[in-house]
């Protein structure tokens, strides 16, 4: 069974500057998808960034990056020049690319932004 | 262009009481997944359903819960007999294929077992 795991439960970053939230995850698959999702206090889930298995290239948008490492099972979510309202729970998730197959999710990052 | 929407947002229920939450995928969507969020986790996977079918019910518990999604109307997650226990958010995700990747979530509902 695929796993998925994040090791930092909280992460604080300033105005401006970068933060990294790791993830890594487990599976005997070769093709599948990868994700970012973030909650705000509204709690509505919102997909930050997703990247497929075969690409190579790291997936970006804006001012959200990933370092997709397959090899070592990685998945990190870079955030570049911090916004207060980047202040979230993060989580990272996986999905097989078999047909109907369920979102996976890690147990979440809260993130926390000071001015 | 309504996204995927879930009612009631919040939900308070005595024990032993029925909850019936509902789901309505955003259009042409037919793939319908519920999730289960209790405090400080992440989402547990519960159900998975198609039109009319059941396709993996792995992460639901045997007993008390229920899903379905009928060819007309919103996709159900019936709870029969809530415990406190059962408290935590609920959440309905969408997607248009089976594996496309991407899962579009509603914003919840809220369950509260008194």
């Known amino acids: 069974a695929q796993t998925v795991t994040q090791s930092q439960p909280e992460m604080s970053v300033q105005e401006a500057e970068t933060v990294t939230l790791s993830c890594t995850y487990d599976?005997?698959?070769?093709?599948?998808?990868l994700f970012w999702y973030k909650q705000p206090p509204s709690r509505q889930m919102i997909l930050v960034i997703r990247q497929e298995a075969y690409k190579q290239q790291n997936a970006t948008e804006n001012r959200f990056s990933v370092n997709f490492q397959k090899a070592a099972k990685s998945f990190s979510l870079k955030i570049s020049d911090s916004q207060l309202g980047d202040a979230a729970m993060y989580f990272c998730?996986?999905?097989?690319?078999?047909?109907?197959?369920?979102?996976?999710f890690g147990k979440g990052t809260t993130l926390s932004v000071s001015s | 262009n309504a996204g995927v929407m879930q009612n009631p947002r919040h939900l308070v229920r005595r024990r032993g009481q029925e909850a019936r939450l509902r789901c309505s995928p955003m259009k042409g969507h037919s793939h319908v997944y519920w999730y289960r969020q209790l405090p400080e986790e992440g989402l547990k996977f519960m159900v998975y359903?198609?039109?009319?079918?059941?396709?993996?019910e792995s992460g639901m518990p045997k007993e008390r819960f229920s899903a379905e999604f009928p060819k007309e109307g919103p996709s159900i997650l019936r709870i029969q007999q809530v415990v406190r226990g059962d408290s935590a958010a609920y959440f309905c995700?969408?997607?248009?294929?089976?594996?496309?990747?991407?899962?579009?979530f509603g914003e919840g509902s809220r369950l509260t077992v008194l």
């Open positions: 359903l198609q039109k009319e079918n059941i396709i993996d």
């Open positions: 995700a969408s997607s248009l294929t089976p594996n496309t990747g991407e899962l579009f």
């Open positions: 998730a996986y999905r097989s690319n078999q047909a109907g197959t369920a979102l996976i």
């Open positions: 599976t005997s698959e070769s093709d599948y998808y």
